[in-house]
């Protein structure tokens, strides 16, 4: 397993090492020792999977309080930009973003610590997306940032205009709105 850290601190990339063969191919998506080796001390407790069509966007959410999440993410079929952003207000990368594409293809997966806002957009006719959480959903601790908001700019790789949102996602508010961590 490659761990990568990324240019905001806590989110890293982690890419398996995986064994091809006239088969298919064989990995280790998730081995908590290897984790914990590197530093990564997590106890996810749930996982979730989503399936999307091209230009849907997902986010930007999050938990807030004591239902605040960790995740780690991945792409099982097609490809994403899955996007973490950094909403500790008291942190020198507030309001950044770390973007990263994951795909079927590459198998790379990001871990997106508590404190972040995460998102994605689907890239291709469909994406299957994969996640683990260290923490249950509480509806009244979600949060969500307008996938737009012009002081986070983030690049989706998409038409923006043509962006496939869920209401919630179409009237989230903007960054200077929100009570962050």
Known sequence: MKISKTAIDGVVIIEPQVFEDERGYFFESYNQAKMEEAGL???FIQDNQ???RYGTVRGIHFQKGEFSQ???V?????TVLDVAVDLRRNSPTFGKYVAVELSAENKKQLLIPRGFGHGFSVLTPTAVFAYKCD???NKASE???RFNDPDIHVDWKINQ???VLSEKDKNAPFLKEVECF
């Not at 991945?74 to 097609?78: A, D, K, P, S």
Request: glycine letters at 14%; zero cysteines; hydrophobic letters at 30%.
């Open 41 to 43: 001390h997590y106890n």
């Open 50 to 52: 989503s399936k999307s």
């Open 70 to 72: 960790a995740k780690l």
């Open 74 to 78: 991945r792409v099982l079929e097609g």
């Open 135 to 137: 923490n249950v959903y």
């Open 143 to 145: 949060g969500g940032i």
């Open 161 to 163: 205009e043509e962006a």
